[in-house]
């Protein structure tokens, strides 16, 4: 079991006196940015000067500088920039400011547990990755809560990398709830093949194999998409809020049989047997060195997929039906 560590175990006071930088005014930059503002701490944001996300720190009443002047001046460095950008704004930009007695740290451990960026071993390296986006991390800590996270520490060259790290946790709110302990490569390792044989693979192949099966047989495509994608929200609502037994609780019992006595037959033996094989693909390095590859060559894979998707008929049906739905907004 994990080691989990609350708001009385992190100590926000060991972040005194020191500058946090923030490296990227995104999603989880803009939220980690603000929180730990409103904690009392002094931040810095780098962003690209020009850049809409630049504007948006200035506005936000940030000092924004350059990657490589927020690396001299701070104390504490927190990347938050893609993965994809992370190695060479490290080398260009944060690896001359990294002196000894420094931290840098990451929201997820892609670049580290893949050699991408190998920080110099006098500097400690830590992960506080909150489990939520961006958006909520900021919505959550506003109304006096906030979300689980993980810490991790790859080197500790100070010998208080983990303490200090939680008192990270602390500043953006993330040990009102808990903060769990983890390691680079288990982070990594697990939030890819979530990502790649459930949450954004899996997942979707499902619904449009569903789908598709049942437009082949002659049903109707709206009908088709109310069954097989627009209802798995009301599900996964219900598994997020009270786990797979008060889902189980909450649907009919028709439902609740056939989804005992069927699911076997669609995640089968040979569906695990693929899910261990890009779990292999994940810890041998082979899926990060693909990724890596696709990015230096201009994405020509990425850019082929992404269009057939869009093309999908489920696609479009889906853009139609959600015109009925005016508390979607039209999000895209």
């Given at each position: 079991?994990?080691?989990?560590?609350y708001d009385?175990d992190?100590d926000?006071s060991?972040?005194?006196?020191?500058?946090i930088?923030?490296i990227?005014?995104g999603?989880?930059g803009?939220?980690?940015?603000q929180n730990?503002?409103?904690?009392?701490?002094?931040?810095?944001?780098?962003?690209?000067q020009?850049?809409?996300n630049?504007?948006?720190?200035?506005?936000?009443?940030?000092?924004?500088?350059?990657?490589?002047?927020?690396?001299?001046?701070a104390?504490?460095?927190m990347?938050?920039?893609p993965?994809?950008?992370q190695?060479?704004?490290?080398?260009?930009?944060i690896?001359?400011?990294l002196?000894?007695?420094?931290?840098?740290?990451f929201?997820?451990?892609?670049?580290?547990?893949?050699?991408?960026?190998?920080?110099p071993?006098?500097?400690?390296?830590?992960?506080i990755?909150?489990?939520?986006?961006?958006?909520m991390?900021?919505?959550?800590?506003?109304?006096?809560?906030?979300?689980p996270?993980?810490?991790?520490?790859q080197?500790d060259?100070?010998?208080?990398?983990?303490?200090?790290?939680?008192?990270?946790?602390k500043?953006?709110?993330?040990?009102?709830?808990?903060v769990?302990?983890?390691t680079?490569?288990?982070?990594?390792?697990?939030d890819?093949?979530?990502?790649?044989?459930?949450?954004c693979?899996?997942?979707?192949s499902?619904?449009?194999?569903?789908f598709?099966t049942?437009?082949?047989?002659?049903?109707?495509?709206e009908?088709?998409?109310?069954e097989?994608l627009?209802?798995?929200k009301?599900?996964?609502?219900?598994i997020?809020?009270?786990g797979?037994?008060?889902?189980?609780?909450?649907?009919?019992?028709t439902?609740?049989?056939?989804?005992?006595?069927?699911?076997?037959?669609?995640?089968?033996?040979?569906?695990?047997?693929?899910?261990?094989?890009?779990?292999?693909?994940?810890?041998?390095g082979?899926?990060a060195?693909e990724?890596?590859?696709?990015?230096?060559v201009?994405?020509?894979?990425?850019?082929?997929?992404?269009?057939m998707?869009?093309?999908?008929l489920?696609?479009e049906v889906?853009?139609?039906?959600r015109?009925?739905?005016?508390?979607?907004?039209?999000?895209k």
């Amino acid at each position: 079991m994990a080691t989990i560590y609350y708001d009385k175990d992190c100590d926000l006071s060991l972040l005194n006196g020191k500058v946090i930088g923030v490296i990227g005014y995104g999603s989880q930059g803009h939220a980690q940015a603000q929180n730990l503002r409103d904690s009392g701490l002094k931040v810095l944001v780098a962003e690209a000067q020009g850049s809409p996300n630049w504007k948006k720190a200035q506005d936000a009443g940030f000092e924004v500088l350059a990657a490589a002047e927020v690396a001299k001046q701070a104390d504490i460095i927190m990347m938050l920039v893609p993965d994809t950008l992370q190695s060479s704004i490290y080398s260009r930009e944060i690896e001359g400011g990294l002196k000894p007695g420094k931290m840098l740290m990451f929201a997820h451990g892609f670049s580290i547990h893949y050699g991408q960026v190998v920080p110099p071993a006098e500097v400690d390296v830590t992960m506080i990755a909150p489990k939520c986006p961006g958006h909520m991390l900021r919505q959550l800590y506003t109304e006096g809560i906030g979300p689980p996270a993980l810490v991790a520490v790859q080197q500790d060259a100070s010998g208080k990398a983990r303490d200090l790290a939680l008192a990270y946790a602390k500043g953006i709110g993330c040990s009102r709830a808990a903060v769990l302990e983890t390691t680079f490569a288990e982070e990594t390792e697990t939030d890819l093949f979530g990502e790649q044989a459930v949450l954004c693979g899996g997942v979707i192949s499902l619904v449009k194999a569903g789908f598709d099966t049942l437009v082949e047989a002659g049903y109707q495509p709206e009908i088709a998409y109310f069954e097989c994608l627009h209802e798995l929200k009301l599900i996964v609502d219900l598994i997020y809020q009270g786990g797979i037994s008060y889902m189980n609780y909450s649907v009919s019992d028709t439902a609740e049989y056939g989804g005992y006595s069927r699911g076997s037959r669609v995640i089968d033996d040979m569906v695990r047997e693929e899910m261990a094989e890009i779990l292999a693909e994940v810890q041998d390095g082979s899926f990060a060195k693909e990724w890596i590859l696709e990015n230096q060559v201009g994405r020509p894979v990425y850019n082929a997929l992404k269009r057939m998707e869009s093309e999908e008929l489920v696609e479009e049906v889906g853009a139609e039906l959600r015109q009925m739905m005016p508390w979607l907004k039209g999000k895209k």
